[in-house]
């Protein structure tokens, strides 16, 4: 893989959940909820803007593999699909990676609005 200093291009085998050719899922370090991955492209690339359709391809294949496995592992009820693209939308570890975050009935009082509450005051309308 890419950059020796990039914590998502030095992982170690036994921590990659899932994989395909191009991407590999990984559970998040600091989960939003049980389950919650994150599927990261092999190549090191910061933005979803530089990845090949080949690799577009390969991570939406593999979010739809992990989809699965998490329906099995964790049962959720629903899921928020995310991509922090740059710093000032909160992207702090500049290798692009995905958040499947799996949703579970009654984990927030109102969910209505979903990914629009990453600005607060936005989600609910």
Known sequence: MGSESCIFCTIEPEEMVLENSCAYARYDMHPVSPGHLLIIPKRHFGSVFEAT???LSALWNLITVARLYLNEEYSPD????????GSVAGQTIMHLHIHLIPRYSGDMKDPRGGVR???PGKQQY
Do not use: S
Not at 78 to 85: C, K, P, Q, S
């Open 117 to 119: 509450g990453v600005i």
């Open 78 to 85: 629903g899921y928020n699909i995310g991509i922090n693209e």
């Open 53 to 55: 359709e080949a690799e």
